[in-house]
């Protein structure tokens, strides 16, 4: 039984996972979709109600019958090395490598579908409401109106993206900032603009979820700070135990959302953990590096057990 | 309580629906997603464990409380209309437009989480195997080797794209091509290919299916005919009635998919109904057209139902 991870070929974090699994002996194969066609071959035959299924990379064979769990972790386009990439070749290659993974009945860490839906962030706000984790008041619109309203009523306001930052390269950062009530708020009706009452935090929580394992580290922040992500403030990241009533919301937050792995951002306030947002992809290695936390040993555990995950349904 | 439909602004189609839920009285919003921000206004606030939302259109307000459905029905990408359009206003419009829909509580057809995954034609075929239809032997492979035995097995073989033909303009045809043994496989290294056992068909069949409601119509296919969506063969669509085994599996598909509306293709030979798609967003307008079935008035009802649809959970 063959843990299938679906990485691009430099990624340092799944080689850290792919360490912890060799060493449990589980046969891993790697994969990176853009090399599918021609690294990789693959076939999918369905006779007689059933189904037959193998993947072959570098001319090691897996079955699909074989497959025991999908790590998805950084994987490239379809068909992006193909000699002739395409558009329509990306689709039809898309087509055939998820069609073979979606009709066996490996467990995913994380399903696609429902990393789909986890990257949306009003739902995850939405989401963490009814796990009973604390949510800072928070306001998506393309109303300059009532965005000025929101600015008015909280006073100290952040404001972020919600899909993340612009695309390019080089990559722009674009930090959460903070902005007062007399800001100029007609921008807001040509893009939709995430306000988010400031939290005046003590410190930045990373919480990290692997199946029914937790893994929380603080990092103290200096005062008023926004952003921890840009710039150092000479703070490291600390293990702290996960409190009970925390770790029951993470467990609902999963269970709704459909995720084996989940990362969460916390802002601590006076003994508070604000929910900032949930990444289903988020990173774990500079966490496992400051903490030691054993996080790509829980992930190479996870991979390699045998059960099936009843939280991540099969078919919907 | 409002019904939603998401689609771009010439649509014959969703005019039938509008004009079928006009006469039940039920409250109407049409948006292209394209539109927003512009035409359209939005508002997500998210504040101590509730949530409230509202959308508006050309001044028309809707509380996402009042929303009952949302029909998504060829929508527009979102941002598509905006003076400066780019890939990040998408992104962040997507995020705002869709946390919001996802963040209420209205009846789907379809979710768009499920409708990705519908989409996977391999995906459908080993759904269609669970849910019993009778399904042609199928090979989906990039392996010329995989692809030259199977046809030499099964002889009459087609050859058909699994993602749609590909994009431009003009639009290029692909239909479903017969091929015979002696076919030159090699290409089918460079990019999958999916070949299905012909089967030589008597009709073509499609059983549009809207919540519990079945609407099947035949059309009598020429000897030899492959692809039915091409040519005249001077042979009508005709409702016929759905075989009650058929039924039943088109009630476990629907059910295994998550899916509010599916329009199911047919091969008929001596009776029995071949399984060959299933597409979750199938036009249905010509087959109202030629048969008379009543099917956007099926299509109104469903939307204008109150009652939650468990077989569409809400959050995963």
Not at 103 to 108: A, E, I, V
Not at 262 to 290: K, M, T, Y
Request: charged letters at 20%; one cysteine or more; aromatic letters at 8%.
């Amino acid at each position: 039984m063959t843990v299938l991870i679906l990485t691009s070929e430099e990624d340092v974090t799944a080689d850290m996972v792919v360490a912890k699994l060799h060493k449990t002996g589980v046969p891993v194969m790697r994969l990176d979709p853009a090399d599918l066609p021609g690294k990789a071959v693959l076939s999918a035959g369905y006779s007689h109600g059933d189904f037959k299924g193998h993947l072959s990379v570098n001319g090691h064979v897996l079955s699909i019958g074989g497959l025991r769990s999908v790590w998805v972790r950084r994987p490239g386009e379809p068909a992006a090395h193909a000699p002739h990439p395409s558009p329509w070749l990306t689709a039809e290659t898309r087509q055939a490598l998820f069609g073979l993974l979606y009709s066996g009945s490996p467990r995913w860490m994380n399903h696609p579908r429902n990393a789909d839906q986890a990257r949306l962030k009003p739902w995850q706000l939405r989401v963490a409401h009814l796990s009973g984790f604390a949510v800072p008041p928070t306001l998506i619109t393309t109303s300059p109106r009532l965005a000025r309203q929101f600015a008015a009523e909280h006073e100290n306001v952040v404001v972020k993206s919600a899909s993340g930052p612009p695309p390019g390269d080089p990559a722009l950062a674009l930090p959460t900032t903070l902005i007062g009530p007399d800001t100029d708020f007609s921008g807001v009706a040509a893009g939709p603009a995430l306000l988010q009452r400031y939290v005046p935090k003590h410190a930045d929580i990373r919480l990290t979820c692997v199946g029914t394992r937790l893994f929380a580290a603080r990092k103290v922040a200096e005062p008023g700070q926004v952003d921890g992500r840009y710039g150092d403030t000479g703070h490291a990241w600390e293990a702290v135990p996960v409190p009970e009533r925390v770790g029951k919301s993470v467990y609902e937050y999963v269970a709704l959302a459909g995720l084996a792995y989940a990362a969460f951002d916390f802002a601590e306030e006076d003994g508070i953990w604000w929910f900032l947002e949930c990444n289903q992809s988020g990173q774990f290695g500079f966490v496992e590096l400051e903490t030691g936390q054993p996080i790509s040993e829980a992930v190479a555990l996870w991979l390699s057990q045998r059960e099936a995950d009843h939280r991540v349904p099969q078919f919907r």
